[in-house]
């Protein structure tokens, strides 16, 4: 069993920056890849970024690829979503996800077997 618990969301004007972080309980965090995915009002959650189990391949939506880092400490059982140059498109609720499985695509919800309670990003013009 994993618990995750998002923090870091807020209100920020666009360009501006920041820095979510997912804290995972347990001593089996580093068996899992990680994910970041987003929700707006109105719509499906969408995929924004994976990482595998040791940090060494991550993997981006093209929408925000080259604007955020997604990165992991293995030994804080911490994973954390680096957010720049923000843009209004970018607001919703941010969720992290846990996915034990070696065969996954990193890419589908219905992929992961744990998730956050989520946590609110808003960008204003």
């Known amino acids: 069993q994993v618990q995750l618990v998002e923090s870091g969301g807020g209100l920020v004007q666009a360009g501006g920056s920041l820095r979510l972080s997912c804290a995972a309980s347990?001593?089996?965090?580093?068996?899992?890849?990680m994910g970041w995915f987003r929700q707006a009002p109105g719509k499906e959650r969408e995929f924004v970024a994976t990482?595998?189990?040791?940090?060494?391949?991550?993997y981006y939506a093209d929408s925000v690829k080259g604007r955020f880092t997604i990165s992991r400490d293995n030994a804080k059982n911490i994973v954390h979503l680096q957010m720049n140059s923000l843009k209004p498109e970018d607001t919703g609720v941010y969720y992290c996800?846990?996915?034990?499985?070696?065969?996954?695509?990193?890419?589908?919800?219905?992929?992961?077997?744990?998730w956050g309670q989520g946590t609110q990003v808003s960008v204003s013009s």
């Open positions: 996800a846990a996915d034990s499985s070696y065969y996954s695509t990193g890419l589908i919800p219905g992929e992961y077997d744990y």
């Open positions: 990482i595998d189990w040791s940090g060494g391949s991550t």
């Open positions: 347990g001593r089996t965090f580093r068996r899992y890849s």
